[in-house]
């Protein structure tokens, strides 16, 4: 990425004029706006001229391209000209598109050896008595049915510190109570793929050592009986492991009261939690981006990716997710696995996502949204190659299906949707316990029990939306921090936050609605 530089003017040093825009990859045939540019402006670093308003954060042509040729952007196809382009004109949906083209999938030819860090960083976290590692103290109420939802809320509004400070006033080591509810759980298969993800999604949920007790609550007759997630996922009733249904508690208001009584039971002990240093292996980070710009694959991303290197470095796992937003980078990613086998386990996915979307009628480029395409962003496979750079340069050691345990070390791939809160919720259930989003458009979002760090691409969303935003990327864009720096104060800011630090969402509420697991199959 092209910087500003300094020149000796009469023995002071001078700061020469900033370029105008951003060149990423010597084999680029566009660069991108720093700022907005207005026709007749010179790219005397190109040695074009613009032809036309080019929004910010947008493409702009450095060459003549003819109809249907390759367009690429990080060195990588973007799509292809769907109309003759114009040196200095504007690339966008109006002349480029989407288009088939053979990847090299080269599978493990650039995975190399780790280096692992020599003093190991540590965080503040909650060691429970089994050994696994919180960086939350939650009790958290799940539901098997949508039928018992109102219920799931009730119970955990009356543990409110904003309308009801008593309830927890003598418990200052819990980070609150909280219901995920979902609107899903019967009319189903109950042999389908769709209700055994389910199952997998809440017994993940259950299990996962953000929450000091968890209460399952059903109706009683739904086709997701409590007594079936209790076996497929291993669970087993236990003093903070509570379940109960509505019709057999004696309907609302005594199965709200029992709801209450038994959370009242779990209070004291947890309670009596305390934070001690744990290495940052335990860390397990959701890797999410949403709202994303023209700037969120040059600033934001890659300065998490130099994070998730570090975190790797010190023995921690970073999940990537979000299948339809790697498509037609996915190479990238085969290139770095461990084995052949992880690598095919990826490219899997991807064609269960071909058949996916084949089958409903839709297409994989339905992606970007209206929003990234106002920020820039033209075609999936722009958004894709901006995306992965949140995985940094390490190796891709493993594939997992949605909501599936995570138990390897370092990067993970998770196959999700690319719809931010149905993929993140895959990512806690699997055990992450931090998640990183960058955002280049804004975005207002939390995950309970799990910590959400947003982070900016721009200054100008930072300098717009600071009250939801936990750092911000711009400097690099100005050149004022390399994606290093950046990535290491990142890497600390993850720390700190795992250690109890309280991030821009959880101090707004976010977190209960943002549970959202995926549902897949026929209801009928």
Not at 21 to 43: F, N, P, S, W, Y
Not at 371 to 394: D, F, H, Q, R, Y
Not at 465 to 470: L, N, P, Y
Request: charged content about 20%.
């Amino acid at each position: 990425m092209q910087n500003s530089s300094e020149s000796i003017i009469g023995g002071l040093v001078e700061a020469a004029p900033r370029p105008l825009t951003i060149r990423l990859h010597r084999d680029d045939d566009v660069v991108i706006a720093r700022e907005q540019l207005v026709g007749g402006a010179r790219l005397s670093e190109e040695g074009v001229t613009v032809s036309g308003l080019i929004p910010p954060g947008h493409k702009i042509a450095t060459r003549a391209i003819a109809q249907g040729e390759a367009v690429r952007r990080y060195g990588q196809i973007i799509g292809f000209a769907s109309r003759a382009i114009q040196a200095g004109e504007h690339v966008h949906i109006h002349n480029l598109a989407m288009g088939e083209f053979d990847r090299d999938y080269g599978f493990c030819a650039a995975s190399r050896a780790t280096d692992h860090a020599g003093t190991p960083a540590t965080f503040e976290g909650i060691v429970r008595a089994d050994g696994r590692v919180a960086t939350r103290n939650y009790i958290g109420i799940l539901t098997s049915v949508n039928c018992s939802a109102t219920v799931a809320r009730a119970i955990a509004d009356h543990f409110r510190r904003d309308t009801n400070p008593e309830s927890l006033a003598p418990y200052p080591n819990i980070d609150g109570v909280v219901a995920l509810t979902h609107g899903v759980g019967c009319a189903v298969d109950p042999e389908g793929e769709g209700l055994a993800l389910l199952q997998r999604t809440l017994g993940g949920y259950a299990a996962h050592p953000n929450f000091a007790g968890v209460l399952v609550i059903g109706l009683g007759c739904e086709t997701n009986q409590i007594a079936r997630i209790m076996e497929t996922q291993g669970l087993v009733e236990a003093p903070f492991l509570r379940t109960f249904n509505i019709q057999e508690t004696g309907g609302t208001a005594k199965t709200v009261a029992h709801g209450i009584e038994r959370i009242e039971e779990m209070l004291e002990a947890a309670n009596r939690v305390q934070r001690r240093p744990v290495p940052a292996s335990h860390l397990i980070v959701g890797l999410q981006c949403g709202g994303s710009d023209g700037y969120s694959g040059i600033s934001a991303n890659p300065a998490l990716g130099a994070a998730v290197d570090l975190l790797v470095a010190h023995g921690g796992t970073a999940i990537l997710s979000e299948t339809p937003e790697i498509y037609g980078a996915e190479h990238l990613l085969t290139r770095r696995a461990v084995s052949r086998e992880v690598g095919e386990k990826l490219v899997a996915r991807i064609h269960w996502w071909e058949d996916y979307c084949a089958r409903n009628r839709a297409a994989m480029n339905n992606n970007p949204s209206a929003g990234n395409k106002a920020g820039g962003l033209t075609t999936v496979l722009e958004k894709s190659l901006g995306g992965i750079a949140k995985a940094g340069n390490t190796n891709l050691v493993e594939v997992y299906e949605y909501a599936q345990r995570v138990t390897a070390k370092g990067l993970v791939f998770m196959d999700t949707p690319g719809y931010d809160p149905i993929s993140a919720t895959g990512q806690v259930a699997g055990g992450a316990n931090l998640i990183c989003f960058t955002t280049g458009r804004g975005s207002a979002y939390g995950c309970s029990p799990t910590p959400s760090l947003k982070i900016a691409t721009n200054d100008a969303l930072w300098n717009r939306q600071q009250e939801d935003m936990d750092l911000n990327c711009g400097p690099i864009l100005s050149g004022q921090k390399s994606i290093g720096q950046m990535g290491a104060e990142l890497f600390q800011l993850m720390l700190d936050t795992a250690s109890g630090k309280r991030s821009r969402s959880e101090m707004h509420g976010y977190g209960q609605n943002e549970f959202v697991p995926w549902q897949i199959g026929a209801i009928t």
